[in-house]
């Protein structure tokens, strides 16, 4: 898909996976018929032609990418994606739903003073976010060294693979199964809306207006978002 | 088999496409009164480094030379120029008009595509620090992007000192400025607005900072903000601006200027008036440029300046995007010249080439002495125009063979 197609439309990037459902409850909540999200999830590219906006759905952390180089105008992305890429885009609105938090995890056992012993040379952490758990430590001025993981990242201190983990926490049962505890909470995350800086632009009047509109269902509903 | 990640090589289509664009740049440029320059691909980082802020100090591709200097490609145009004009043209009288082309390079690791090399046209005016030469950049901008033939574009212009006014007048500590300029420069508004509200900024002020991405327009632009700041340096470059865009009307160029209060560029170079350009095809900015006052200085000459930089992979994306067939060259008629084996053939063969090629065309010869059904092959999936034969059968005649219908016809040699 190229530009060149979108000059009229506004195309709205939703990411799959746990915030696809809230993103279109989102929408929906402005609006705009989705039917529920079935039609485009089994289509990738939607178009409302009525409403000139054309939805596309990409995986979550490709989301950012997109709207960086203005395929998609507007996209729906955790915050957690964010922090980790680093894209040249708005980040406009938190959107309130998808709430967890990054932290620092480690097995329950252990003393926790002992982590950081000389500054927690030779501790080995395991992480999906690299960027984001270099950042944190240094910051704290603690010396690790971090293993980049592309899933089940809890699993990394049963098997002697890693000493702590930094990874997102929503209801923090997974951490509970696995035996671990948090020792830190580096911040908050929620899903967030971004949109490409020349669309900001140049589309202003109908990105400002969907803006508006869900800024005020948000405040509405504000209850309702935190449990989506 | 490889070449290093972010670089790449170009084929002869793509080459003749960028030599096309090329020459339709340089000829404006030249056309305006500016002189090409050429700098070295690396230089010490120490002087390019001048030129550079805390993000493009990283992304500088650094090496060692053999006394172990630290050397650096160049990430940018103006700063080797700048350096050029303060050390060695001191004596010239100014303004001077340069322009560059060449390739630039960076660890651009978290942009799209993630290329590490691309090549930038531009110019520089030096030694000149009125409004007149301002606007003649921007003119020039606009120029280069009709001349290359983009119908679909904008230059957008706004002024370092708009958003430094506001920041200057808020009241807050230095630590909270700075995390709000840098919330601001990484266009994070979720993270800008938390910060806002925590601090004892005025109400006014705060909309004002949220606002200011979508401050642009025409000139009632210019009016609004007046209403909404009262610091001095914002108002004088608000003033700027106009003045500015005015003598852009008088150059006839208002359908593609637009005054534009949230803009804020990488460098940390400049000091006045800012501009860049975007086209709908393309989700990041395909010119940009400014004013630079203090850059030349940094290198002992006091020389007041403006310029700005088109990228060329980006220019070439938006045509192609606008227009599919818009850097396709015509080119001359291409003809294959062959010749039965022998040696009065072949040095018959030569002169009509020689002939053909003095008449502009383009000629190839058969070097391969293959039979004439692998040839009319060949010539095919080359989009050769005509084969030319040349036998024994009649002296200073040749035989000419147009590839696509077998039409044959004899023409003089």
Known sequence: ?228 | MNIPEGLNDLLPEEVSKRRLLENRISKIFTQWGYQEIITPTFEFYDMLARGAGSIMKKEMIKFFDREGNIIALRPEMTTPLARVTSTKMQQEPKPLRFYYMGNVFRYDDFKVGGQREFCQAGVELIGANNKEADAEVIALAVECLKNSELKNFFIDIGHINFFNGIMQSIKAKEKRKLEIKEAILNKNFVLLEKMLSFSDIKDREKELILKMPTLRGREEVLEGAEKMVNNKLSLSALKEIKKVYNLLRDYGLEEYVLIDLGIIRDFDYYTGIIFEGYTDYLGFPICGGGRYDKLCSRFGENLPSTGFAVGLERLIMALERENINSLDLKKPDQYLVCYQNNKDNFKKALKAAKNLRKKGLIVELEVGKREFAEVLNYARSKRIKYIVMVDDNQPNKIKRIEVTSGKEEIINL
Request: glycine content about 6%; aromatic content about 8%; charged content about 35%.
């Open chain 1, 1 to 228: 898909m190229s530009r060149e197609n979108n000059t009229n439309y506004l195309v709205i990037a939703l990411p799959s996976g746990k915030l696809f459902k809230p993103s279109i409850k989102l929408l929906e909540g402005i609006g705009i018929d989705l039917k529920g999200g079935k039609e485009i999830n089994r289509k990738l590219a939607f178009f409302d032609q009525e409403e000139e906006i054309k939805f596309v759905i990409t995986r979550p952390k490709d989301n950012p990418t997109y709207i960086e180089c203005g395929v998609a105008d507007i996209g729906i992305v955790g915050e957690d994606v964010l922090l980790e890429e680093k894209k040249d885009v708005y980040k406009l609105l938190d959107l309130k739903f998808g709430k967890c938090k990054m932290v620092v995890a480690a097995p329950k056992e252990r003393e926790q003073k002992k982590y950081y012993k000389n500054n927690g040379h030779r501790l080995k952490v395991a992480t999906k976010y690299p960027r984001i758990a270099a950042d944190y430590f240094k910051k704290k001025r603690i010396y690790v060294e971090l293993i980049k993981l592309y899933g089940s990242v809890e699993l990394a201190p049963q098997v002697g693979l890693a000493d702590m983990i930094v990874d997102i926490v929503s209801t923090g049962r997974t951490l509970e199964e696995n035996k671990l505890e948090i020792i830190d909470e580096i911040i908050p995350l929620s899903a967030q809306l971004i949109v490409n800086r020349i669309s900001y632009k140049t589309k202003h009047k109908r990105i400002n207006r969907l803006l508006q509109d869900i800024k005020k269902f948000i405040s509405l509903e504000s209850d309702k978002i935190a449990e989506w």
